[in-house]
């Protein structure tokens, strides 16, 4: 027996917008999602740090058939190419049939997250412990890193020019490290104070021995003298070399399904690897594009995008005009007609911390890949707020290929606020918007995402790439 809609519902059907939620998705889709995400976390397990993530997206994209990019070479349509800069940002580029001559499509993610980095003179000795100084990178709760296994990854390069890579805490058998913290028995002043307070930057002291080296003459600092002689032998460094070094400190667990559903991932680095992966396996699948499509992964987001492998470097708008030197277009004829999906989380709306969020405008766990038309902070500050026009045609790309998305802003107004890359890629006169995967506990050591989130984005950088 079929139910006959009143007119009132009829009209509310054809007026009332009634956003998607998790309970539309079909079960193909989520099967879909569960095997998109096997691939996720094996990238992100891979990629703690930016260096990481370059390696496995160029081999990635190596076995994928792309070549290194030479500038002097002719490219076709089809043809697929890499350019990695500093070994800490990677563009892969599909050609297009039209080259960049209509503009490029650009998907562009971060693939640095935050963490805490060593300081220049890093290793001390004090009550026969030996710790690390270190100053943290990007924005933390610092209270979250405390008593949790901390693995050291990175790189050091001696006198000599050699480069050691260091990666120290990730297997089961090997030792980690970690930064202390107060009991509770003897913390009643440390609790009463305003969070920032009860503990500071300085405070973040890596704990990496306690044990003084063997066989001394004398007492001085034997238990530093113990952890360089462990480190000469491992890496033949000496304490001098921790000068030029890029030494980070990163959650030593791996990504894990969440839930007795197993429908979400917690891990270390969804933000911004969670946009990265799907970018860069949307790059790798798309064939046959009309324009070049460009997946850029770049680093220094969350320290503000400075610095040559930041977005507010000149690199990837060099890579534009070599494209469209090319095809026999001023490159930045090509930026100003490129369009580009700048490929950010954003925060989901936690049930648990409800009054930061405003629940008309966020975005949720599971209800889809999230647009942001604008990010900033009080009155719409340090960001580049959509036009309608390119919304409007992003809407229109991801309702037409039936893709599950949502709209979100950064929590309540004037409660404070971020930022992402979309500002700069504007300023090249380039239309841009925020698409992204919602998260749960964003900056933690921790974040949570929804595997159908994370597979929707990919259908979303996919068909952009495609159109
Ligand atoms: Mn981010
Ligand atoms: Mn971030």
């Known amino acids: 027996m079929s139910e006959e809609k009143t007119k009132t519902a009829l009209l509310r059907e054809n007026l009332m917008n009634e956003p998607k939620t998790v309970k539309d998705l079909f079960a193909e889709e989520i099967a879909q999602a569960d095997a998109f995400c096997e691939g996720y976390k094996t ?30 070479a002719a490219y076709q349509p ?10 800490k940002a990677i563009a892969l580029a599909v050609i297009g049939k039209n080259g960049v001559k209509n503009g490029a499509r650009l998907a562009i993610a971060h693939i640095d997250s935050p963490r805490i980095d060593l300081k220049p003179n890093p290793l001390y000795e004090s009550n026969h412990l030996a710790l690390f100084k270190t100053h943290y990178y990007g924005g933390l709760k610092k209270y979250q890193w405390t008593a949790i296994p901390l693995t050291l990854h990175g790189v050091i390069v001696k006198l000599d020019g050699t480069r050691v890579e260091v990666k120290w805490g990730d297997e089961a058998d090997e030792s980690c490290f970690c ?18 307070k009860a503990f ?65 991932i917690g891990g270390y680095g969804h933000d911004d690897k969670v946009c990265a992966y799907p970018a860069l396996m949307a790059a790798l699948d798309a064939k046959d594009v009309e324009n070049t499509c460009v997946t850029y992964l770049t680093d220094k987001e969350e320290i503000g995008s400075d610095g040559n492998t930041g977005m507010q470097s000149d690199f990837l708008r060099y890579f534009i005009y070599d494209l469209a030197k090319q095809d026999g277009v001023e490159g930045y004829r090509a930026l100003s007609q490129s ?13 648990t911390y409800a009054a930061a969020f405003e629940a008309k405008n966020s975005c949720y766990l599971g209800n889809g890949v999230v647009i942001s038309k604008y990010t900033g902070h009080g009155g719409k500050y340090d960001t580049s707020d959509a036009s309608a026009e390119y919304m409007g045609a992003v809407r229109a790309l991801l309702e037409n290929n039936h893709i599950q998305w949502q709209i979100g802003e950064l929590g309540r107004v004037d409660l404070g606020g971020g930022g992402t890359i979309a500002k700069y890629v504007a300023n090249m006169n380039v239309d841009v918007i925020d698409l992204g995967v ?15 989130d994370v597979y929707m984005a990919y259908r979303a950088f996919y068909e952009f790439f495609m159109q």
């Open 43 to 72: 990238f992100l397990n891979a990629s703690p740090v930016e260096r990481e993530a370059v390696a496995y997206t160029t081999a990635a994209a190596q076995a994928a058939g792309f070549t290194a990019y030479d500038p002097a």
């Open 78 to 87: 089809g043809d697929k190419v890499y350019i990695v800069n500093r070994d």
């Open 179 to 196: 930064v202390t913290d107060l009991l509770p028995h003897l913390a009643q002043e440390q609790v009463t104070k305003p969070m920032a």
């Open 200 to 264: 500071t930057g300085e405070d973040l002291n890596v704990l990496v021995g306690s044990r003084p080296y063997a066989d001394a003459e004398d007492d001085k600092e034997l238990v530093k003298l113990n952890v360089m002689s462990i480190l000469h032998e491992k890496y033949g460094i000496t304490e001098g070399d921790f000068l030029s070094a890029e030494l980070c400190l990163v959650p030593s667990f791996k990504a894990k399904d969440i839930g007795f559903d197993r429908s979400m």
């Open 339 to 351: 369009t580009c999906l700048s490929a950010d989380v954003n925060a989901a709306f936690d049930p």
């Open 438 to 452: 919602p998260v749960l506990s964003m900056h933690a050591p921790f974040e949570i995402v929804s595997k159908t």
